[in-house]
């Protein structure tokens, strides 16, 4: 299992990045300032790190510049409300990976943690393709098979299906999924996560996906 360390002081912001990690399969620890950040990267292994540039007691470029002077390969993904194209180009020159700007998409984020793994080693089969009785999802070509058949998706759609799959039977509210694919600034009262699914009961069928009533949703075991 992947761990990512998360160098975030914005408690909000680290409790939504942790819970959205941990829901698609990462281990996750969590520094509030550059300090800890810094040697925790030292004593501890991790294999990517998701860092905020303005952290209190040493900051983000200065975290990079250490953790790059000393040797480190650790993949770096700048998480940042900062959209200077200077200060970007001041992290992607010291040593960043990539880089993001607040507010963000879970998703795409996602998306970049594994593109990142991926450059540092081959995954492994079963990390590739989730199986849940007919149900296969392949994550590398963002794919999904049903009872031998190719159902195309939508990106949000695979994204949604992705999260019931990865916890099959785990009751799911409305405000978890929208927070979880949406992301964390997304407006609550919307109802887009029932648009979704319904989106996703027409192409597989109404009986995979179940309502709990005055709860929210789970994939059928």
């Not at 294999?47 to 510049?65: C, S």
Request: charged share 30%.
């Amino acid at each position: 299992m992947n761990r990512i360390l998360i160098a975030e002081d914005e408690p909000r912001i680290s409790a939504f990045l942790q819970k959205g990690l941990q829901a698609h399969g990462f281990t996750t620890t969590v520094a509030d300032d550059g300090v800890q950040a810094a040697y925790l990267t030292r004593s501890d292994k991790f294999e990517l790190l998701i860092l905020d540039l303005g952290l209190p007691e040493k900051t983000g470029i200065q975290v990079i510049e250490e953790l790059r002077g000393r040797g480190e390969n650790l993949p770096i993904i700048v998480l940042t409300v900062i959209q200077d194209v200077k200060n970007k180009v001041k992290a992607l020159e010291a040593g960043a990976d990539d880089y993001l700007t607040k507010p963000f998409s879970l998703e795409e984020l996602i998306a970049r943690i594994r593109v990142q793994l991926r450059h540092q080693r081959s995954p492994e089969p079963e990390e590739m393709v989730l199986r849940v009785g007919d149900l296969a999802l392949d994550l590398r070509q963002r794919t999904v098979r049903f009872k031998d058949q190719n159902i195309e998706l939508s990106t949000r759609e695979f994204t949604l299906l992705e999260m019931l799959v990865r916890h099959p039977g785990q009751v799911w509210t409305r405000e978890d999924l929208l927070d979880q694919v949406w992301g964390y600034d997304y407006d609550p009262s919307s109802n887009i996560v029932d648009v979704y699914i319904g989106y996703l009961r027409k192409k597989l069928g109404r009986g995979l996906i179940k309502t709990v009533r005055g709860i929210g949703y789970r994939l059928q075991i």
